[in-house]
Each structure stands twice: as structure tokens, then as C-alpha cells.
């Protein structure tokens, strides 16, 4: 007769704690549940979500997936293909700064590299102060008049590295 086997424990990973408070958590549930039902739904839901939380938390993606019935790995996906997209918090001002061929002709590469220097982070990047975020986008339509940026909702033209200092000067440190 074999002796019985010892019981043993067997560990269970357990899922982390999510970082989203439950103000976010019931937002990204209400716009999961306002928008599910429409046709191809994760682009509209991820769009609506950065702009309810001004980004799309790494902790909303399984319950976006959840939602949608979709696996973590494919809304993740969607979310780190599409460069509009922030999985961190953006600073309380985001410059966009245009590298399309009409504004590179006219400058916007020395500008990028001044404005990379004076605000101290590269593209996607935040300032140590939270106080702006740099993002590159690949036209604004303001062609005739590069380099081109656009602070918040706010399109300047004929940006000099002079002009974007005078730009940015009142929004650093300020809430």
C-alpha cells in the first residue's frame, strides 16, 4: 500500500491592485457601457477615455477588455500602436509640435531640438515640474506659416526659438 500524498500549497497569482481611483474606474466603465454596443467600439472608447482622463490609465486596459470582451494583449495593443494615445499622465499643458515636410523645410527641426533642450524631456515626455508635456504630431494645417505648434487647443505659426520661449514662459510651474 502506497503512503498518501503530503498536501501541498499550491500558490495562486493574484491579480495587482489597480492604481485607478474609483472616480476613473466609474468613468472608464460608464464610457465602456455608453459606447460598447457601437459597431468596432475600442478606437471610440480609448478616444473618449483620454479625453474624460486626459490619458488611458494602464490599469483601464483589462477593464476595457473585460468590457469588450477582448483580451488584455489586444487592447494594449491598439493603445502602444497609436502614438495619439497617453498611457501616462500628460503634463497640465501639451505642446504638439508639427514634423510634417512643410514645417521641417521652414526649421521645425532646430526648433524640436531647442524645445527637446529648454523643456528638458524628448517627445511623449513630461517635465520634471508636471507642468507640460511635448508630443509630436505630424500636421497641424497651418502649412503657409512653419513651424508650427500647438499649445493645448491653441495653433501659434512662424515659431522661432525665441517665440516658443515667450510661449511657454507663462506656462511653466504655473496650475
Do not use: W
Not at 459606447?35 to 476595457?64: C, F, N, R, W
Not at 531647442?114 to 505630424?138: C, I, M, N, R
Amino acid at each position: 500500500m502506497s503512503k498518501p500524498q503530503a498536501l501541498r500549497d499550491i500558490p495562486i497569482r493574484t491579480e495587482r491592485s489597480s492604481s485607478l481611483t474609483p472616480e476613473q474606474r466609474a468613468t472608464v466603465l460608464d464610457v465602456c457601457r455608453r459606447l460598447k454596443s457601437k459597431e468596432a467600439p475600442l478606437i471610440v472608447i480609448l478616444h473618449e477615455l483620454q479625453t474624460a482622463l486626459g490619458y488611458v490609465p494602464k490599469d483601464a486596459v483589462p477593464l476595457v477588455a473585460s468590457e469588450l470582451n477582448l483580451s488584455r494583449a489586444e487592447v494594449h495593443g491598439v493603445v502602444s500602436f497609436y502614438h495619439y494615445f497617453r498611457s501616462e499622465r500628460p503634463g497640465r499643458h501639451v505642446i504638439y509640435l508639427c514634423r510634417a515636410e512643410a514645417c521641417q523645410s521652414v526649421g521645425a527641426a532646430a526648433l524640436e531640438q531647442h524645445a527637446k533642450a529648454s523643456l528638458g524631456v524628448d517627445f511623449h515626455g513630461t517635465a520634471a515640474d508636471g507642468s507640460v508635456s511635448l508630443e509630436p504630431v505630424y500636421c497641424l494645417g497651418n502649412c503657409a506659416l512653419g513651424p508650427s505648434v500647438m499649445i493645448d487647443e491653441q495653433v501659434h505659426g512662424r515659431v522661432s526659438a525665441t517665440r516658443f520661449d515667450q510661449l511657454i514662459a507663462p506656462l511653466r510651474g504655473r496650475r
